[in-house]
């Protein structure tokens, strides 16, 4: 499963949050690769990531051709900006989730983005509950909506929901 979150540039305050917060998602995400698609240059990518220690995500530029923008429709030919978008690929390599931001100014759903990644992970075991124990305490630790849990856990068995709900008082 992959996540390409596309951005017209790292040096705007919303698309170096947009990074930032898949960053953060791609720590805790096992079976996920996120990228980061922007037009910046390769040098400048790496800057991004050493100043703000961003190291989950992998980077990729689209500069040279504009060849990615071009074929996922985000390119915007006068400008030599790619538009922002956020696409899921699962394992199967089929588009799952599909979003254009319509403002550039705008943030994606990042909720809606994770969810479908997770939905792709739905056939996790928890045979080995100490490393799934530490990736739920990271899902956890994020201010997740009740309703990113609520379509999260229908998809796990009992035993995974038992595992982490606390028992009904």
């Not at 998602?25 to 790496?46: E, N, R």
């Not at 800057?47 to 071009?70: I, P, Q, T, Y």
Request: net charge negative; glycine share 6%.
């Amino acid at each position: 499963t992959r996540i390409f979150s596309v951005l017209p540039s790292l040096d705007t305050s919303v698309c170096d949050a947009q990074t930032k917060k898949f960053n953060e998602a791609a720590a805790g995400l096992q079976g996920v690769d996120i990228y980061t698609v922007s037009m910046d240059l390769p040098f400048g990518q790496k800057r991004f990531c050493n100043s703000f220690a961003v190291d989950n995500v992998k980077m990729l530029s689209d500069h040279r051709e504009g060849s990615f923008g071009a074929a996922y429709g985000t390119l915007i030919k006068e400008l030599r900006l790619l538009s922002r978008a956020i696409f899921v690929v699962g394992p199967d390599n089929k588009l799952k989730y599909v979003e254009y931001v319509p403002e550039v100014g705008s943030h994606p759903n990042y909720d809606a983005a994770l969810a479908a990644a997770w939905d792709l992970c739905k056939d996790w075991s928890i045979e080995d509950r100490e490393g799934l124990r530490r990736d739920v305490w990271w899902f956890f630790s994020l201010p997740v909506p009740l309703s990113v849990w609520n379509r999260v856990k229908v998809l796990h068995n009992d035993a995974f929901v038992a595992f982490i709900e606390p028992p009904a008082d």
